[in-house]
């Protein structure tokens, strides 16, 4: 059984950063996309950024428009974890954040591509 557990989240005030970090077991981690998504109070969950499995060439990367060079994903296969650098936080990005694995190579950029999901982490950006 796949499971998925971030850590990481919290209280920062804006123009902070932290770190999240997912760490997967149950599946053959390298191979497979994985990808942050957030969900703020009263929207729908929305893909943050997403990394490809890795191959001889590396990994494939994909970030939304509104956190496209504040935010970094990358991945340690030696240490089953996927983390999400976050930088320049703005209150817009709190959200409760979720880590997913697709089965799939490829950078998966739909939900309903995701097959497994982390219980989420809290992400609070004063202002």
């Known amino acids: 059984q796949v499971q998925l557990v971030e850590s990481g989240g919290g209280l920062v005030q804006a123009g902070g950063s932290l770190r999240l970090s997912c760490v997967a077991s149950?599946?053959?981690?390298?191979?497979?996309?994985m990808g942050w998504f957030r969900q703020a109070p009263g929207k729908e969950r929305e893909l943050v950024a997403a990394?490809?499995?890795?191959?001889?060439?590396?990994?494939?990367?994909y970030y939304a428009d509104s956190v496209k060079g504040r935010f970094t994903i990358s991945r340690d296969n030696a240490k089953n974890t996927v983390y999400l650098q976050m930088n320049s936080l703005k209150p817009e990005d709190t959200a409760v954040y979720y880590c997913?694995?697709?089965?799939?190579?490829?950078?998966?950029?739909?939900?309903?591509?995701?097959?497994?999901w982390g219980q989420g982490t809290q992400v609070t950006v004063s202002s």
């Open positions: 997913a694995i697709a089965p799939s190579v490829s950078v998966a950029k739909a939900e309903g591509l995701y097959d497994y």
């Open positions: 990394i490809s499995g890795s191959s001889w060439s590396g990994e494939s990367t």
């Open positions: 149950g599946r053959t981690f390298s191979r497979y996309a």
